[in-house]
């Protein structure tokens, strides 16, 4: 006699649309408003993004907070359609919009439609790509485009890597390998090495360097900044005479970070130079592409970045110059091994494998993360879709449309310009003339507040040797030199009509008395 419920036909799937809370799971019965309430989203968005005339509308956070405190989570609206024309209120109207020309802040891209539809893609099937029994051909699409970033970079055989959060994790993840091997070649005692241990970066290295030593335990003073030249690029004999100092010194250097693409000034560290250094001294060599990444796909610049076949680590964030949506990003290294230091065992995911020689594809061996959404997807729809040609022709033309920004403004005796960007940055700042030149700082702070308040524009700030500038980043190729002409009057009408009021009131003589 079977058992019952056992022997019967598995049964088939249920027709009907399930209701309740279960009308809103993404199930067998219910792909109707999955699709539906998804393309209500898409219209909304698109149309968005079609009638924004502005970047930005000014909102400050003091006017925006209360409507959003206003909202009851615990009291939930009649339907999608409602919640969206809420979302309105809450973020659409009031975002920042990266689409528009005359975003020039940060390094925010405009996002590929490929990697929009690998977005949706990846979201609603879930995958996770810790271990294959969660995602299969999701950890054998990773793989691919971690081979393929790898041999772009020219890393040799034996390269790997792993898709991350971004470029701070990636750099962290860098810097873990780089203590960790520091720590496994050498029979000092951990306790008596973490202290000796040092990085070497340049001034204009990104934050997340010293940050990840701090997490990683390493001495307050860990971080030694190399001297860098006129073009903010790390001096190769400046790193010559630090490693020759630490190693009198008794101190170990862990790595050096080299950085393709300094995140201010686009400067592009002399890699092939650095990385004989770092040969001659055995030390190992991380470049931080986060940003000079796109260059691997430029069909005009890819020798831009010579030298960085020779890296021991790489960060490469897509989601900075690949067009790519937020997180997109990876830490390449040349030796695959190393990223065993990230490798840990639970018997529930990733038990260490069986004396069988039975092995799966478990990303979570080589990764800081357990549970981990299928990033790599949206490359590969971008790539599928686009190609690398066009990927790279986009980055060429925002690199050239920023110097075309650096020489309008060189030719503007208004303003002041820092170094010509390898990449898609200008530095600057609006200069008073005559006794007016000491309200520099404040005009420039100034003029970008009134500017992005106004919504006109949205422009970052940033300092330079201790005074206030202002930075363009340009990563939209819609953004056309007019666009840039336009915001460079705006912010000289801001900031001279500061430097007016201010030097007027200065002159008012005082009452004596
Ligand atoms: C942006 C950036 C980072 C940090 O990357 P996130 O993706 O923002 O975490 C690191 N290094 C450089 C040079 C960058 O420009």
Excluded at 88 to 109: K, M
Excluded at 335 to 361: C, F, I, K, Q, V
């Amino acid at each position: 006699m079977s058992i019952p419920g056992r022997s019967a036909p598995y049964p088939p799937p249920a027709t009907g649309v399930p209701a309740g809370p279960r009308a809103h799971l993404l199930t067998t019965g219910n792909t109707e408003q999955y699709r539906q309430v998804l393309a209500e989203g898409i219209d909304r968005v698109g149309a968005r993004i079609a009638r924004t005339a502005r970047p930005f509308t000014g909102v400050t956070p003091a006017a925006l907070a209360p409507t959003v405190a206003a909202v009851d989570l615990d009291r939930p609206l009649a339907d999608a359609t409602a919640a969206l024309d809420e979302l309105e209120d809450v973020y659409l109207r009031d975002a920042v919009y990266f689409h528009h020309p005359r975003y020039l802040a940060h390094l925010n891209c405009p996002v590929a439609i490929p990697a929009l539809l690998g977005e949706a893609v990846l979201t609603a099937v879930n995958s996770s790509l810790d271990t294959w029994d969660q995602s299969a051909g999701g950890t054998l699409i990773e793989r691919r485009l971690i081979d393929w970033t790898a041999q772009r970079i020219g890393l040799g055989p034996t390269a790997d890597g792993v898709f991350t959060s971004g470029g701070t994790q990636s750099n962290l993840h860098a810097m873990l390998l780089a203590r960790e091997e520091a720590c496994a070649h050498t029979t000092t005692p951990r306790r008596d090495l973490l202290p000796r241990l040092r990085i070497l970066a340049s001034a204009a290295g990104h934050f997340s360097v010293q940050k990840s030593a701090t997490l990683l335990g390493l001495d307050d003073d860990a971080v030694i900044c190399v001297p860098t030249d006129a073009d903010r690029r790390m001096c190769p004999a400046a790193l010559h005479a630090e490693l020759t100092r630490c190693h009198r010194d008794g101190l170990v250097v862990m790595a050096v970070v080299a950085t393709a693409g300094t995140t201010d000034f686009g400067s592009i560290d002399p890699l092939d130079a650095i990385a004989a250094r770092c040969a001659a001294a055995g030390v190992r060599l991380h470049v931080d592409a986060a940003y000079g990444c796109g260059l691997l796909v430029s069909p005009t610049r890819r020798h831009l970045l010579a030298g960085i076949e020779h890296a021991d680590s790489v960060t490469v964030d897509y989601h900075k110059s690949f067009f790519q949506p937020v997180s997109s990003s990876a830490l390449l290294v040349r030796d695959g091994l190393a990223l065993r230091h990230a490798t840990y065992h639970a018997d529930y995911l990733n038990p260490a494998p069986l004396s069988t020689g039975e092995e799966l594809p478990n990303q979570v061996d080589k990764s800081l993360q357990t549970t981990r959404r299928f990033d790599a997807l949206k490359l590969w729809l971008t790539l599928r879709v686009m190609g690398p040609d066009a990927l790279g022709e986009l980055f060429d033309e925002v690199i050239d449309r920023a110097d075309g920004a650096w020489r309008l403004l060189a030719g503007d005796s208004r303003f002041e310009v820092v170094t010509r960007s390898a990449l898609s940055t200008v530095v600057f700042r609006y200069l008073p003339t005559g006794p007016a030149a000491v309200l520099a700082d404040d005009a420039n702070r100034h003029a970008r507040r009134a500017l992005s308040a106004s919504g006109e524009a949205v422009v970052a700030g940033t300092k330079v040797d201790g005074s206030q500038y202002l930075k363009f980043t340009v990563l939209n190729p819609e953004t056309t030199v007019d666009d840039v002409a336009h915001v460079v009057d705006l912010i000289a009408a801001h900031a001279g009509r500061y430097v007016h009021e201010r030097s007027t009131a200065v002159a008012t003589p005082c009452p004596v008395g």
